[in-house]
């Protein structure tokens, strides 16, 4: 029958204690850029049968690690609220997780060299200025789109656009451009035939004697009607009723 060995227990090992000082680069929000960080603090061993080899590379590696997180999200020119905002992580005990060490205390201090903020500052602002030129080529943009839509839908208002937006350029020649700049519009426009039709019947029309006109709108009316626009075919009518009719020229009179 084999012997039991007694399983004996010796006496933990004494926790051991130490401090932190370690200088080195944090990254910024920017890259290519960095801060200078440095870390003080104190460490200190918990109660365990196995014990941690390097307690202090561990407690520097929680430190640096929880700190560089914060200052990877902040510009160079943080170096106030980031380390504000690392110090009140750290200025706590903290013990780190599934090790036997505990964090006393430690304290993060960050600078940045002035080239490197000068260089940060400028592309801040150079990335604004674009952002705001963007902002203004859209909103341009937007107005363009918005009185071609205009003009297509009413091309009358070209007149008025330009009278309220350029009221200088105003001279005798300023119907043969809104004329122009209508054609134009019209041309690109998705349904802009539609808009030189118009001008086309109004042309026809007006080399029309007004019984013509006055024909030619009731059969526009009539087809309005045919195609379900009665509101339409009753507005057309009513523009036939109000227009002038010329007297008929007298009769001549009978030759002696």
């Known amino acids: 029958m084999p012997r039991l060995r007694r399983r004996t227990t010796g006496p933990w090992p004494t926790p051991r204690a130490g401090t932190l000082d370690v200088t080195c680069p944090a990254p910024s929000i920017t890259p290519g850029y960095h801060f200078t960080l440095h870390l003080t603090g104190a460490w200190e061993e918990l109660p365990a049968s196995k014990p941690h080899h390097a307690p202090r590379a561990a407690a520097t590696n929680h430190a640096l ?20 905002r690392i110090n009140t992580l750290l200025g706590q005990p903290t013990e780190i997780p599934l090790l036997p060490i505990r964090l006393t ?17 400028s592309q801040q602002r150079r990335l604004h200025d674009q952002e705001l030129q963007r902002t203004q080529q859209q909103r341009r943009l937007d107005e363009a789109h918005a009185l071609r839509d205009t003009l297509v839908a009413d091309p009358s208002l070209a007149l008025a656009y330009w009278f309220a937006t350029c009221p200088e350029t105003i001279d005798q020649e300023t119907l043969s451009r809104v004329e122009r700049l209508i054609t134009t519009a019209a041309t690109y426009a998705p349904q802009g035939h539609w808009v030189q039709l118009a001008r086309l019947l109004t042309d026809f029309t007006a080399r029309l004697p007004d019984n013509a006109k006055t024909h030619l709108v009731g059969t526009l009316a009539t087809l309005a009607d045919r195609y379900g626009h009665a509101d339409i075919a009753a507005g057309m009518r009513s523009l036939r009723a109000t227009q002038p009719s010329r007297e008929s020229d007298p009769p001549d009179k009978p030759t002696a």
Do not use: G
């Open 105 to 121: 205390w430690a304290q993060v201090h960050l600078t940045a060299e002035p080239e490197a903020l000068y260089a940060v500052t």
């Open 65 to 84: 690690t929880l700190a560089r997180n914060i200052t990877a999200s902040h510009q160079l020119t943080d170096t106030v609220p980031a380390a504000a």
